[in-house]
């Protein structure tokens, strides 16, 4: 009798441990269960946007699970606390850019639209003195100073630097490298251009939505990804109806495309799925007594992630989030020898927080090089020669072109977010394919083959921090629905 008790009770145990595994199977082989308790039910709806979410990614070699660790726990305290600082929190921005594609919309009347500008005087000294391509003390004082106070107040030209040097700053500073370029930059010297905190206007749900924003993505996805107009993306609200279609034309479309083409899709994906979980995570909630309440919105999550209510492309949609995460993160460790070099200061005439700030890129750039499962961009345009050329500048204005679509969104503050996130991806691919220029730079003087913008800088950084952001708050959303359970 006993042994019996106690092999009873260790097939309860056994049972209760494995519920959650054998739900997520029976959910993954689409087989329903013939009894289970309505609490197991529950948990598996709750759970089903991440039951799926495990595992090795498509087109390379790193798994789900070892990503979440390394940003949760490396990156994501470190990037959150670096953007925070003075040098990357004020990014130069044109919002008033008409939409070169069809006629304006009109700016958005919600007020959570609006995106407040940064009065000239609480910018730092050292940032809105420079022109658009300086970023370090050096090449701030190469400015054209006349007025004595005015060097006195910048910091004159270093009597060290050797006139090679000062020769090769001005060379820097005409280098017309718009051919690098993966990204329409606005004109820094416009007078519409404004600094904006970026602290003070964060990203967040707005209630900018319906035909107008839809129209933005649905032109990035039909005109800009190499897909035919006889291809139809599932859930597409502004394509004719499929009735049941599932996607599976438009996937084996996709698998049959090659490598270049298929990343280039899961990058602009990963990039929306990044943008809708900000959206979720940060949403008004309350907007009571004057004082609006922001936080996470679990329904609205579900709704744009559950693989039941999305007919499997949630799960598809997360996992191009972090395919997106593993090609900036092998940016910034490709980049790092740019900024380690020692007249990179990220000078914003705060020579302390100049200071400490470049100590925390470079804490930054270790770890992301110690991560032991980049992606191989190798990998791409390494056919015939020609055609791989030919494949590489498609690939560029293709992007290009997505980021002179950003001026058609016509919330504010939308524009402002999704301007910078695509600027910082299109500094990415722009950093990839500049392997050898990286490679061959000058320890003591700028490069003219391989340049980076303060403007791309600012991009670069906080464009990586919203996706690493994006996991943190997936971490997030995942204890949430272990709540409503």
Not at 118 to 145: H, L
């Amino acid at each position: 009798m006993w042994k019996i008790t106690c092999q009873t009770f260790g097939l309860l145990v056994l049972m209760w441990f494995f519920g959650d595994f054998v739900l997520c199977w029976f959910q993954h082989k689409n087989v329903k269960p013939n009894e289970y308790s309505s609490r197991g039910s529950s948990d598996s709806q709750d759970q089903s946007c991440f039951c799926h979410l495990t595992g090795v990614l498509d087109d390379c070699f790193c798994d789900i699970e070892s990503i979440d660790v390394f940003n949760n726990f490396k990156i994501y305290p470190h990037i959150k606390k670096l953007t925070e600082k003075d040098y990357f929190r004020y990014y130069r921005v044109n919002l008033k850019r008409p939409c070169p594609f069809w006629p304006d919309d009109g700016q958005c009347a919600i007020k959570d639209c609006h995106v407040e500008p940064c009065p000239e005087s609480k910018i730092p000294v050292g940032i809105k003195s420079g022109n658009y391509n300086k970023y370090s003390q050096a090449a701030n004082t190469m400015s054209d100073i006349t007025d004595c106070e005015q060097a006195q107040e910048l910091g004159a030209i270093n009597s060290t630097l050797s006139n090679q040097s000062k020769e090769a700053f001005a060379d820097w500073a005409r280098h017309d490298d718009a051919q690098d370029h993966f990204c329409e930059l606005d004109d820094e010297t416009s007078p519409d251009a404004e600094y904006v905190d970026l602290l003070l206007n964060p990203e967040r749900y707005t209630g900018y939505k319906g035909p107008s924003a839809w129209r933005v993505w649905n032109s990035i996805y039909e005109e800009n990804c190499f897909k035919p107009r006889s291809v139809y993306r599932p859930l597409n609200p502004l394509a004719p109806s499929r009735g049941d279609d599932d996607g599976e034309g438009f996937y084996n479309w996709l698998e049959g495309l090659c490598l270049e083409k298929r990343v280039f899709y899961k990058l602009i994906s990963g990039l929306h799925s990044s943008i809708n979980i900000h959206l979720c995570a940060e949403y008004l909630l309350d907007e009571g007594w004057g004082k609006s309440v922001w936080g996470p919105n679990v329904q609205e999550f579900r709704q744009r992630f559950d693989p039941a209510g999305t007919k499997g492309e949630g799960t598809r949609r997360l996992k191009n989030l972090y395919f997106l995460y593993l090609i900036e993160l092998r940016a910034l460790s490709k980049v790092a020898p740019y900024f380690e070099r020692a007249f990179i200061n990220l000078y914003t005439g705060n020579g302390a927080e100049d200071s400490a700030t470049k100590e925390l890129l470079l804490h930054v750039f270790n770890e992301t090089r110690a991560f032991p499962m980049h992606f191989d961009e190798k990998s791409m345009f390494a056919g015939h020669k020609l055609e791989a050329k030919t494949l590489k500048e498609e690939f560029r204005l293709h992007f290009k072109n997505i980021s002179r679509i950003m001026d058609c969104v016509g919330c504010s503050k939308c524009r402002l977010w999704g301007k910078l996130q695509t600027q910082g991806l299109g500094t990415a691919l722009k950093i990839l394919f500049s392997e050898k220029e990286i490679k061959n730079l000058p320890e003591h003087s700028p490069s003219k083959g391989f340049q980076l913008t303060r403007q791309e800088i600012v991009a670069l950084l906080n464009g990586f921090s919203r996706l690493s952001t994006s996991i943190q708050q997936l971490h997030n959303f995942r204890s949430l629905l272990k709540e409503k359970r």
